[in-house]
């Protein structure tokens, strides 16, 4: 499906225009209007998916397939140092447009970002860690 409204469906199906890395029958990979670095790209799935929660488990092997391969040609065409993959899910995340999107991420060594694509660290009690990971341990993948 596609969403009317949502400029990454637009952008993906090409009608509108965009500076296209590649393209296949399932995704379009664009240059980042507003790039955090020489080459940030995004992977975009031509059909409409908000985010990780929605994309098909298809999708997500293939999506990660091809970032694989787009980060060793990008990392060969442009000479990086380095290589970030971002994918933001919810506002609270940094999300900004709602259809699912991979950020490829070259960087070069002093490229100005090295203290932004990063967390500050919690102190957590052993007692705190000791929750959270009874929480989240899991026998079998849902
Ligand atoms: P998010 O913050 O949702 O993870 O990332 C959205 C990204 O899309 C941002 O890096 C932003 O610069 C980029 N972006 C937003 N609108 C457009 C657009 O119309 N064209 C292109 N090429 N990139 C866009
Ligand atoms: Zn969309």
Redesign the pocket.
């Known amino acids: 499906m596609k969403e009317s409204t949502c400029?990454f469906c637009k952008?993906a199906a090409g009608e509108?225009p965009?500076?296209t890395i590649y393209e296949d029958e399932n995704f379009r990979v664009?240059?980042?209007?507003?790039?955090?670095t020489k080459g940030?790209a995004?992977i975009l799935p031509k059909e409409h998916y908000a985010n990780l929660y929605e994309l098909p488990d298809e999708m997500a092997g293939k999506v990660m397939l091809l970032a694989k391969r787009l980060a060793a040609h990008m990392t060969e065409a442009l000479g990086c140092d380095g290589f970030n993959l971002?994918?933001?899910n919810g506002e609270v995340a940094?999300?900004?447009?709602f259809h699912f999107?991979l950020?490829l991420i070259p960087r070069y060594q002093g490229d100005g970002n090295e203290d932004k694509i990063c967390w500050n660290h919690l102190e957590l009690s052993q007692e705190e860690l000791d929750k959270i990971h009874q929480l989240l341990i899991l026998t079998k993948l849902p």
């Not at 664009?30 to 955090?36: E, F, G, K, Q, V």
């Not at 940094?94 to 447009?97: D, E, L, M, R």
């Open positions: 400029i952008i509108i965009s500076k664009i240059l980042d209007i507003s790039p955090a940030h995004l971002v994918q933001n940094g999300q900004t447009v999107h950020h």
